[in-house]
């Protein structure tokens, strides 16, 4: 029972922690809640859980070693006990009630053109933060093509139970399919009500179940599906996919301002099929032009979430019913595509901490 240090306090070690600030939200780690459970025993053992605001944080690791690191520097401190967890807080958008209940975030997936990798985009993001651990949905609204189930491998149709649909499973995320339920090999004249009903039925009369993020594909460019999504539900935002094209990009942008107009945040941009690397000689090449979306994007006040290579194994994979995240996580496109979901989820976590705007009255 000899020489012990100085008894440390909660609150030392606290304002220790303080330091540490979280650079998307823009505030120190403690006052936003994320530090839990600290309890201090009489050897100088500190124990605690680090809270995220998602488990796909893009600064996880620099959190968790920077904490461990600054408390296991104080003075009296013999060892730390440092526990890291997640919490997808729920998005702010005015209402109390979740619009679809025990679905945290709707996070449409957009671009102005078809073609352009949307589907692949959504399905690999929404993998990715499956693969983080996090619980997710994907809504393939793509009233033209359904092309999602095929890149999961899935040809099942949901079942229904007390009128409601029951999503299917594919790796670990849940699946629901507008197309692949009219029909997938029907050729479909979708008029504008109808389509409206879909979507609405689609997102309400679902077992969703606990969701942290329900990831939504959507057609390509600024119709119905789109439309009614951005007013039936209040969306956490939308992420556009462009590629590097000039052309490509005006309409994604397009496509952005269309959805600013709704009150739809844009949650970022993503440029795909972005370059190319040669086989041969294993150099890189920029076949349209480099950093034109991350200049539009800034131009715009936009967040640019990253860029994607144009790769054939991430078209191969899709082929064969896997996102690349999971069946070739080592390839340059999964990495790019993990890196971006974890810059997507960050941003969600920015809305979630959104203050209601001050209204001036006069
Ligand atoms: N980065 C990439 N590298 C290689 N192939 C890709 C990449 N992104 C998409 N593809 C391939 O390009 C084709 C079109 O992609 P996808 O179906 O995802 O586009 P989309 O924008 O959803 O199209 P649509 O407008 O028809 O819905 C697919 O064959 C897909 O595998
Ligand atoms: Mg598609």
């Known amino acids: 029972m000899s020489s012990r240090g100085p008894r440390v306090s909660k609150e030392q070690v606290l304002d220790v922690l303080s330091a540490i600030k979280d650079p998307d939200l823009g505030r120190d780690v403690v006052s936003l809640g994320m530090i839990k459970d600290l309890v201090i025993d009489q050897a100088g053992r500190v124990s605690f859980t680090f809270e995220l605001t998602t488990p796909a944080c893009p600064v996880r690791d620099r959190f968790q070693t920077l904490a461990r690191q600054l408390v296991s520097d104080m003075p009296g401190v013999t060892a730390v006990d440092l526990k890291m967890t997640a919490n997808v807080r729920p998005a702010f958008n005015g209402h109390r009630e979740p619009a679809i209940p025990g679905v945290k975030h709707v996070i449409a997936v957009g671009s102005g053109k078809g073609g352009v990798g949307k589907s692949t985009v959504a399905i690999n993001l929404a993998a990715s933060l499956q693969l983080s651990g996090a619980r997710v949905g994907l809504l393939d609204a793509d009233i033209y093509g359904p092309s999602v189930p095929g890149m999961l491998g899935v040809t099942d149709q949901p079942q229904v139970r007390d009128q409601r649909l029951i999503p299917l499973e594919a790796y670990g995320m849940k699946l629901i399919s507008i197309g692949l339920l009219a029909g997938a090999d029907k050729a479909m004249v979708w008029r504008g009500p ?36 951005a007013q039936a539900v209040p969306l956490t935002g939308i992420a556009i996919v462009c590629t590097p094209q ?12 269309m959805f600013r107009g709704l009150n739809v945040t844009p949650l970022g941009l993503i440029e795909n099929m972005s370059w190319f690397v040669c086989d041969d000689c294993g150099k890189e090449h920029f076949i349209f032009d480099h950093g034109r979306a991350e200049r539009a994007a800034q131009r715009l006040g936009v967040p640019y979430l990253g860029a994607i290579p144009l790769e054939p194994t991430i078209r191969e994979e899709a082929d064969n019913g896997a996102p690349v995240v999971v069946s070739r996580p080592d390839s340059t496109g999964a990495q790019a595509l993990r890196k971006i979901a974890a810059a997507l989820a960050a941003r969600v976590s920015v809305q979630s901490f959104r203050q209601l705007p001050v209204i001036n009255v006069r």
Do not use: C, H, N
Not at 200 to 211: A, K
């Open 194 to 229: 109808l389509v409206s009903r879909a979507i609405e039925q689609m997102l309400g009369d679902v077992f969703w179940g606990e969701l942290d993020y329900l990831v939504v594909d959507l057609p390509p460019g600024t119709g119905d599906a789109s439309l009614t999504l």
């Open 246 to 257: 000039e052309s490509a990009l005006k309409i994604a942008l397009k496509a952005l301002q």
